[in-house]
């Protein structure tokens, strides 16, 4: 099995946008196509933000990982969260995932990250237990979101 890893450029939105929509519609999140546009193009120009990694399989492109930066007082530094992470479904239970989990490590050691964060639906097992085995820890706190763009 070749797996390699390739950063995301703006030549790559087509396929980037194929893929978000197909992990969109797997985890029934909103897609709008040119809203997800416009905020994938803005990732891509802005390293700060963070990276886009395409999955590829010799030359096949099987999915992506979003990791975006953040940073943390209480993890003393740079912090990283896996925004999306998604494979295509006939490449799953392969190790791919094990893989790629190691190499978003990888990135985040080369960019100075000291904690990297991901969250994962309560009915996902299979994700849960991929999780686990490479070292992420369930903590007694739960993630709340609030949009900024919706009324209270």
Same mark, same amino acid.
């Given at each position: 099995?070749?797996?390699?890893? =390739?950063?995301?450029?703006?030549?790559?939105?087509?396929?980037l946008?194929?893929l #978000?929509? /197909?992990?969109?519609e797997t985890?029934?999140?909103?897609?709008?196509k040119n809203?997800?546009?416009n905020?994938l193009? /803005? $990732?891509l +120009?802005?390293?700060?933000f963070?990276?886009?990694?395409?999955i590829? =399989?010799?030359?096949?492109?099987? %999915?992506?990982i979003?990791?975006?930066l %953040?940073y943390? $007082?209480?993890?003393?530094?740079? @912090?990283?969260? #896996? @925004?999306?992470?998604?494979l295509?479904?006939?490449h +799953? %239970?392969?190790?791919?995932?094990?893989?790629t989990?190691?190499?978003?490590?990888?990135?985040?050691?080369?960019l !100075?990250? =000291?904690?990297l964060? $991901? /969250?994962v639906?309560f /009915?996902?097992?299979?994700?849960?237990? $991929?999780?686990?085995? #490479? !070292?992420?820890?369930?903590?007694?706190?739960?993630?709340?979101?609030?949009?900024?763009n919706?009324?209270?």
């Amino acid at each position: 099995m070749n797996i390699n890893y =390739q950063k995301a450029a703006i030549s790559d939105l087509t396929i980037l946008l194929e893929l #978000v929509e /197909e992990f969109h519609e797997t985890e029934n999140l909103p897609f709008d196509k040119n809203s997800d546009r416009n905020v994938l193009i /803005e $990732l891509l +120009r802005n390293e700060s933000f963070g990276q886009i990694w395409l999955i590829l =399989q010799e030359y096949e492109v099987i %999915g992506y990982i979003v990791l975006t930066l %953040g940073y943390s $007082l209480e993890y003393r530094g740079r @912090d990283t969260f #896996v @925004d999306e992470f998604y494979l295509r479904p006939k490449h +799953r %239970g392969q190790g791919i995932g094990t893989q790629t989990l190691i190499f978003a490590e990888e990135i985040c050691h080369n960019l !100075g990250v =000291q904690a990297l964060d $991901l /969250e994962v639906d309560f /009915e996902n097992i299979k994700a849960q237990k $991929l999780y686990h085995r #490479v !070292g992420y820890q369930k903590h007694a706190r739960f993630l709340m979101t609030k949009l900024m763009n919706e009324e209270a």
